[in-house]
């Protein structure tokens, strides 16, 4: 989180210094989930499922980075800070729920919490942080997808989805929570004689600071991916 700072008024020894957060985490992370899918009658079926990530201590370092602007003076490092035993990542959980109906329809809803609040994170001396402090994140996302036919022609083999979210960030600043919602609309694209399947989205969101605005931003995002399905290392076997 880098900031500018300026000392000295209109005397020739005036500088202007651009400060900077780095924090660097070398470690890693455990996730573990569990599903359950039962059928309802002919054709259809509902999926539950949970995720957790445990509670962990990070492994790396904080520091802090002075560039003098106003000079070629080579950026100074100061206050290397460990992160073991001062920095935290918060366990994670989620649940989910799924609905199948008849191949055609499938619909879903989801949530995630984060409990913020609790975790403990490495400060350094003479950084100003402006108020910022941890808040409790949770999420809930819903979606639809829709197939007229699976087994149809290309247009009846589109796959059509909509879905989207909201969640409260896990950064608050003073009296002040991050907000985010967002929409989405996309089209999964069958490849002629194939199973691949190209997938195109279109997302709209909005992160906006709540009660003070804080912070306002808009976002749109298109997405291409591609799932390929194909028996492309196949060996043949010659009689």
Not at 94 to 101: F, Q
Not at 124 to 148: C, E, I, M
Not at 183 to 207: D, H, I, Q
Request: avoid cysteine.
């Amino acid at each position: 989180a880098p900031y500018i700072y300026s000392d000295g008024g209109d005397n020739a020894s005036a500088s202007t210094s651009l400060f900077e957060r780095v924090i660097e985490v070398r470690d890693y992370n455990v996730r573990v989930g569990l599903q359950y899918s039962f059928p309802l009658g002919e054709g259809n079926a509902m999926t539950l499922g949970a995720v957790y990530s445990p509670k962990k201590t990070f492994l790396g370092r904080t520091y802090g980075v002075k560039y003098d602007v106003t000079s070629d003076q080579a950026p100074d490092t100061i206050a290397n800070v460990k992160l073991k035993d001062r920095a935290q990542m918060a366990e994670t959980w989620g649940a989910g729920i799924s609905y199948d109906w008849q191949g055609r329809v499938l619909a879903e809803i989801d949530f995630t919490y984060q409990p913020w609040k609790d975790v403990k994170f490495a400060t350094l001396d003479g950084f100003n942080d402006a108020g910022a402090s941890f808040d409790n994140r949770w999420k809930v996302a819903a979606g639809v997808q829709f197939v007229n036919r699976p087994r149809g022609s290309w247009f009846q083999k589109v796959n059509y989805r909509l879905g989207g979210y909201y969640s409260n960030d896990y950064i608050r600043i003073g009296d002040n929570s991050l907000r985010e919602i967002g929409v989405s609309f996309g089209l999964g694209l069958p490849a002629p004689s194939s199973k691949t399947m190209v997938n195109l989205s279109f997302e709209y969101k909005n992160r906006q600071a709540t009660p003070s605005a804080l912070v306002k931003e808009n976002y749109f995002v298109v997405t291409l991916g591609v799932n390929f399905n194909e028996l492309w290392f196949w060996r043949n076997k010659l009689r």
